[in-house]
């Protein structure tokens, strides 16, 4: 028996058209056709194949530059170019932000011909994937921020995590890099999911990429970070000499890495960070992190909700001035911790440090063993005047680990 089918095309009153975007100062519209495909009348089987859950608009951007892709007019704060080689066509990408005149410096894919996407009822098992390669040297770090934005004009914002990278290194092959939908903060910014209009991604700083694809695909990775904490029976010196660390260490970042060790009664972690001006501090008690400093946060409640944005009674964050006599700061009790033990050792490349936490003694518990605890770190550089950056563990791609306990990682106490 034949099937027959009936395609109608509707214009959405909230649809952008490309008369529309050419009245919008600054826009740029790159491309002359819209994303219109070509579709069997026997395909109704293979498109099911690419859907997620019924949605199907999941290609932002693949061969083509249609009408719903725009840009800066002004091609020497970002120039993008539509190659094609013999392999493959792309997107080539060269921005500099730090010029005169470039204030704001982005472009934006309103696909599907700008028509309103519903992904509320699958944000949690989707990602963002991006295609990318390097024009040049291998690297890590991609200055860009990532917005969703609704017909009613509210945006939720992202920044780039060396985490969304698959692989060790952005090379000259094409790489991977996949950003889970769930971690843009809609609920926060009150953006309606059921009425998606546009991908931003804003540039910072200076450099060149290219782009092969940007997507929607399935997404079951995990959230968050987890490091393992190595038992111990006896507990160790606290010198800042990390030679007698017999476990592997976890990259912070780029530039510095940590491990953890446990036994019954005492939390032990151990850091190497590099710092050129290290241990520059003159800050205390609640302003410990205005400078070179080491923050922790945990909970002592392994069965608290992962996903709470407020801090319970049992969570914890603490600072520790680096090379500094001044006793270790509690911000969420807002007192001195002086049983809270820590050694550093200055080197070439920055410093190392070892840092005893008297668990049971301060919360009037054991660790143990196969338990995950609500875990985060970070690491402040600065002078004696302020903090200049902050690297983080787990929530690298945003900043708030402070006040909320969902930008964590998880610390799993091995047996």
Same mark, same amino acid.
């Given at each position: 028996m034949k099937k027959f089918f009936i395609i109608i095309f509707c214009t959405s009153s909230i649809s952008w058209s490309q008369e529309d975007l050419k009245n919008l100062e600054g826009v740029d519209i790159i491309g002359n056709r819209f994303g219109f495909?070509?579709?069997g009348l026997y395909d109704e089987e293979v498109a099911d194949k690419f859907t997620i859950r019924g949605f199907s608009q999941m290609e932002i951007f693949t061969n083509e530059l249609s009408d719903d892709f725009w840009t800066a007019k002004n091609t020497t704060c970002l120039l993008?170019?539509?190659?094609?080689?013999?392999?493959?066509?792309?997107?080539?990408l060269k921005w500099n932000k730090d010029q005169d005149g470039c204030d704001w410096v982005g472009m934006g894919f309103g696909w599907d011909s700008w028509t309103?996407?519903?992904?509320?009822? +699958? %944000?949690?098992?989707?990602?963002?994937?991006? /295609? !990318?390669? #390097?024009?040049?040297?291998s690297f890590t770090n991609l200055p860009w921020a990532f917005g969703i934005e609704d017909y009613s004009g509210r945006q939720a914002w992202l920044g780039y995590s060396k985490s969304f990278l698959i692989g060790k290194e952005i090379t000259q092959k094409w790489t991977k890099v996949q950003i889970p939908f769930s971690l843009?903060?809609?609920?926060?910014?009150?953006?309606?999911?059921?009425?998606?209009?546009?991908?931003? +991604? %804003?540039?910072?700083?200076?450099?060149?990429? /290219? !782009?092969? #694809?940007?997507?929607?695909?399935?997404?079951?990775?995990?959230?968050k970070l987890d490091i393992h904490a190595t038992p111990i029976s006896n507990s160790p010196s606290i010198d800042g000499d990390l030679t007698d660390w017999n476990?592997?260490?976890?990259?912070?970042?780029?530039?510095?890495?940590?491990?953890?060790?446990?036994?019954?009664?005492?939390?032990?972690?151990?850091?190497?960070?590099m710092d050129d001006t290290p241990m520059q501090n003159s800050q205390k008690e609640?302003?410990?992190?205005?400078?070179?400093?080491?923050e922790l946060a945990f909970s002592t409640n392994p069965t608290a909700n992962e996903k709470r944005k407020f801090f319970l009674l049992s969570d914890q964050h603490i600072g520790i001035v680096s090379g500094s006599n001044i006793p270790v700061w509690s911000y969420t009790a807002s007192s001195e911790m002086p049983t809270i033990m820590k050694s550093f050792k200055?080197?070439?490349?920055?410093?190392?440090?070892?840092?005893a936490v008297p668990y049971y003694a301060l919360?009037?518990?054991?660790?143990?063993?196969?338990t995950q605890l609500g875990f985060e770190v970070a690491i402040d550089l600065g002078t004696n005047e302020k903090r200049e950056s902050q690297a983080r563990w787990n929530s690298s791609y945003e900043e708030g680990f402070n006040l909320s306990p969902a930008k964590w990682g998880k610390l799993i106490l091995d047996k």
């Open positions: 495909k070509k579709v993008a170019n539509h190659r094609k080689d013999d392999l493959d066509t792309y997107l080539q309103a996407k519903d992904i509320a009822y +699958i %944000q949690d098992t989707i990602a963002l994937e991006l /295609e !990318v390669r #390097s024009t040049g040297k843009f903060p809609c609920e926060d910014n009150q953006l309606d999911l059921t009425s998606v209009k546009q991908l931003i +991604i %804003q540039f910072f700083g200076e450099g060149s990429i /290219e !782009v092969n #694809s940007i997507k929607i695909i399935p997404f079951s990775g995990k959230l476990t592997s260490f976890t990259s912070l970042s780029e530039d510095h890495s940590f491990a953890v060790r446990y036994n019954l009664d005492t939390l032990f972690f151990a850091f190497s960070v609640r302003n410990s992190w205005n400078g070179d400093a080491i200055q080197n070439e490349r920055g410093y190392t440090v070892e840092i919360y009037n518990q054991q660790l143990q063993a196969g």
